[in-house]
């Protein structure tokens, strides 16, 4: 049987490289991910825009807060994958979500 | 950013006689002599007792103010961003005009005093209103050479916009040659506090950084910076208050992780029973504070604590010096690398254990402020190498 998977792009101001604040990922959540994200998916991708190098801890709560909320801490590594080109990105993103 | 209440939450217990040798009225104006030979927190005391005093004795006219410094040594950054502030609340809110003079000893963490505006006040420039308003432009804002200032308001930052500090700050350091690791885990450090700041506190924060290149290393000889910088607001809300409300409001319901809040009880019910003169309600919430996914944020659970103290451990770790705090109220808190150590469920001791529920933290930790203040300020200086002969 195939996986359900679903696929969001997210889109950041062109100048923006790094993302901080815990309000600002939520409303990027809110706004870019809420409306298409599936829980009942058995994966769903998050690809961040090349120039993004790095998020802080701050943002990645807000961004994650309602996915950690429906699926657990557990679940996410399963359930959600970041695409990004940038190494930096995906270690800040998992670095401050375990931590 | 309004300063008043450094100055106003401190005019209790004023006794005159003290004072009275420092304060005096010549010409018209008022003369603030301080002697101390070290600029610090007990100083910043002793001004605010002192500006208390001559706005008793001298029912709050609007007469010049001079501050005679005599040579003194800068401690830290903090105290003099701190005497900045004061001298903006004696500007703005009673109309004072200021002047200042000055013999500062500075080193490696206190350079930044020579892009300070307190410079602007100082009694050789005899345009008293072109150099006091220029001094209140340079407080909100500086950004030059080595020299990275901005009052970030509330209204204006409560936003994406603090992606952009993230972006600046990182900037900035680039071109001073210093480990790529450090000027990032520094970028994140500072947009975190700020964030902090400007969540929790809903005010403005001031970021004061200056970059102090061309130092070299005593002991090892080689080239090294001083990454100096202070973020601070001014708030009713102190940096353990959001985890007293919560901890004293918790909702079992809405907490789904149902661990660490209820670990937070768990230990404040083992350190009361050790609450002392030394060390107390306020201390215990201060350091909860700083506690992995244990924030003041109101309707959060499943996340919160941004892992600062585990960021600035690596930081003071890779420095050849350091000298890190944080004073809110009354409270001063050390960040001393050595108590920064978080146990295997990343819980925070503050002590020589490690260990956050059955032991205070050590007496180095938690120390005492000799004035009020109100809000929450960081102290950060570093003293990093640099990696090769080109710097700025």
């Known amino acids: 049987m195939m996986n359900k998977t679903n696929h969001i792009k997210l889109v950041f101001d062109k100048a923006t490289t790094r993302l901080a604040y815990y309000p600002y990922g939520k409303e990027v959540y809110e706004q870019q991910v809420k409306p298409n994200i599936d829980f009942s998916n058995d994966i769903t991708y998050i690809e961040f825009p090349d120039q993004i190098v790095k998020a802080a801890s701050s943002f990645v709560q807000g961004f994650f807060e309602d996915i950690i909320s429906n699926i657990g801490y557990e679940a996410i590594e399963k359930k959600i994958v970041i695409l990004s080109k940038n190494e930096s990105l995906k270690s800040s993103i998992k670095t401050n979500l375990i931590f | ?392």
């Open chain 2, 1 to 392: 950013m309004d300063c008043k209440s450094i100055v106003t939450k401190n005019s209790f217990n004023l006794n005159n006689n003290i004072y009275k040798k420092h304060v005096k009225l010549e010409n018209g104006a008022i003369y603030i002599n301080i002697n101390d030979t070290e600029f610090n927190n007990s100083m910043i005391s002793k001004i605010i007792k002192c500006i208390n005093h001559a706005h008793k004795k001298y029912s709050f006219s609007r007469l010049p103010i001079y501050f005679v410094f005599q040579e003194a040594k800068l401690e830290d950054k903090l105290s003099y961003t701190i005497f900045e502030c004061i001298c903006k609340s004696l500007i703005e809110n009673y109309g004072h005009k200021l002047n200042f003079c000055y013999n500062f000893e500075h080193n490696i963490i206190t350079k930044g005093i020579l892009s300070s505006p307190l410079l602007l006040l100082s009694c050789n420039d005899k345009k008293t209103n072109q150099k006091n308003q220029k001094f209140l432009e340079k407080f909100n804002f500086d950004i030059y050479r080595n020299h990275y200032r901005k009052v970030l308001k509330y209204d204006e930052y409560n936003s994406e916009k603090l992606s952009e500090i993230y972006d600046d700050v990182f900037n900035f350091q680039k071109s001073f040659n210093i480990n790529y690791e450090c000027i990032d885990k520094i970028a994140e450090v500072v947009v975190e506090l700020i964030c902090n700041a400007i969540e929790h506190s809903c005010s403005d924060c001031l970021l004061d950084i200056d970059l102090a290149p061309n130092y070299i290393n005593n002991k090892t000889g080689e080239r090294c910076c001083g990454i100096n910088i202070t973020v601070l607001n001014i708030s009713d809300k102190l940096l353990g208050d959001g985890i007293k409300e919560k901890i004293n409001n918790y909702n079992y319901m809405e907490d789904k992780s149902k661990q660490r809040y209820p670990k937070v009880k768990e230990a404040y019910d083992f350190h009361k029973k050790c609450f002392s003169e030394e060390y107390d309600e306020v201390d215990f919430y201060n350091i909860s504070a700083f506690q992995h996914k244990i924030s003041g944020r109101k309707d959060n659970y499943s996340t919160g604590g941004t892992g600062l103290t585990l960021l600035i451990k690596s930081i003071e770790e890779r420095a050849d010096s350091h000298t890190c705090y944080v004073i809110t109220g009354d409270r001063i808190i050390a960040l001393l690398p050595e108590y920064l150590t978080y146990d295997e469920n990343n819980w925070l001791g503050f002590n020589d254990f490690n260990d956050y529920f059955k032991h205070i933290p050590s007496q180095e930790i938690i120390n005492r402020s000799n004035f009020f203040f109100p809000g929450t300020a960081y102290n950060l200086n570093f003293v990093m190498k640099v990696n090769n002969d080109e710097q700025n």
